[in-house]
């Protein structure tokens, strides 16, 4: 299968290190970085691994999900991920899939589609060509594609400098000139004009000749921190009372002013909120939840000190009870550090989890 720039990224069902997946579904709204392997415990592989678990975090900041391919048994990728954190010095948390009968790798053309046999007996030279990055965007479009090869390890920094770029020019009329770095000026386009560029970039430009016009980077690309927190809360109610509770909107916490349902459509629940600032002032933001049932639910916030903040409520049942993780991004505060954001952070979900566990407990004592 030939693909190029813009194609619809082929999608898949696969075997990995954490469970099956489908690829479409796994991407959800965000970003994916799918790099590929042709064969475990290869040395210039393993320093791969290592280096992507590394700067996993950065990745996760730019909402972007990461995923590997190796055509090697998922059993042989687990033995694998040891030696990798034994040498590289990280653990390897994200999914490596074991396509074991070369689909994947034939579905993105990594190898010739009428390639026989399947993984075993095969070799690193035989499946040199499986050496592959792929960018692919919210809207499950190829947006980069690159192969190495064998003896050339990959610079995941580059990766993640063309990632920064294409997220910048997505919703910006500029391109970034070579070698550009994060905060670096850019160039306005050609196919906009002097005028359009005026009322765009008030502040003026650089022509270095009639076709090449530097400005200062647009500003709308928002650093984030991550945060992760496994077992933030156990709710003592069944996952089905829990979406139930979610659904309903509204509900009253410490940390709100007001807590005000607007709306639900499908899974789909939007919320009004004003939230207490730790001075003790507030923001108003809208809250749009997508209960992924029974995964978990999906948050986006607009508006406010947590605008464009992401995040996930993963729920894993534990008999009738119900464990709740917490994984997301959240934009950088302006002269906090982020240390002390996390923190804030943290304390401000334990707050708010932990009321949800008191109400949903009193609810399963009444019977309600």
């Known amino acids: 299968m030939s693909l190029r720039l813009n194609d619809i990224a082929p999608d898949f069902r696969a075997e990995t290190t954490q469970g099956t997946i489908n690829f479409h579904e796994w991407i959800g709204n965000g970003w994916a970085v799918l790099f ?16 992507m ?3 996993e975090p950065e990745f996760k900041k730019r909402n972007a999900r990461i995923l590997a391919l190796s055509v090697d048994p998922v059993e042989s990728h687990l033995r694998w991920r040891k030696d990798i954190e034994e040498t590289q010095g990280s653990a390897v948390n994200y999914p ?32 040199q060509t499986v050496r592959c990055v792929f960018i692919i965007g ?12 064998m003896n050339t390890g990959r610079n995941f920094p580059e990766i993640l400098r063309t990632l920064d770029s294409m997220q ?5 009329k500029v391109a970034t000139p070579a070698n550009w770095k994060f905060g670096e000026d850019v160039i306005i386009m050609p196919s906009v004009s002097d005028a359009e560029a005026k009322e765009k970039y008030p502040q003026g430009w650089k022509s270095v000749n009639r076709y090449i016009r530097l400005v200062s980077q647009p500003g709308n690309v928002q650093p984030s921190v991550y945060y992760k927190r496994n077992g933030i809360a156990t709710f ?26 607007v709306s639900t459509k499908g899974n789909v629940v939007t919320i009004e909120g004003e939230i207490f600032n730790p001075d003790g002032s507030t923001f108003k933001t809208t809250i749009t939840q997508k209960l992924d049932y ?20 993963i729920y894993t049942a534990k008999g ?19 240390a002390d954001e996390l923190n804030m952070i943290d304390q401000f979900f334990t707050m708010i989890f932990n009321e949800d566990a008191a109400t949903l407990k009193a609810r399963s004592l009444v019977g309600a």
Do not use: W
């Open 168 to 172: 910048l020019t997505v919703n910006h």
């Open 294 to 313: 029974p995964k978990g639910v999906e948050t986006i916030m607009d508006g406010g000190a947590f605008s464009g903040a992401r995040f996930n409520h």
């Open 320 to 338: 009738n009870k119900t464990k709740v993780d917490l994984e997301g991004t959240f934009p950088v505060i302006p002269g906090m550090s982020e």
């Open 96 to 127: 490596i899939i074991g396509d074991t009968d070369l689909s994947i790798a034939k579905l993105y053309g990594m190898l010739p589609a009428d390639e026989t046999g399947t993984a075993e007996g095969r070799t690193s030279a035989t499946n």
């Open 36 to 51: 590929s392997h042709p064969k475990d415990f290869t040395p210039v592989c393993t320093t791969e691994l290592g280096s």
């Open 53 to 55: 678990a590394q700067l």
């Open 138 to 149: 919210p809207d499950k479009k190829i947006k980069l594609m690159l192969t190495y090869p």
């Open 236 to 261: 003592e109610a069944p996952i089905d009372s829990v979406f139930g509770y979610m659904k309903q909107g509204g509900h009253v916490h410490q940390a709100f002013k007001s807590h005000r349902l």
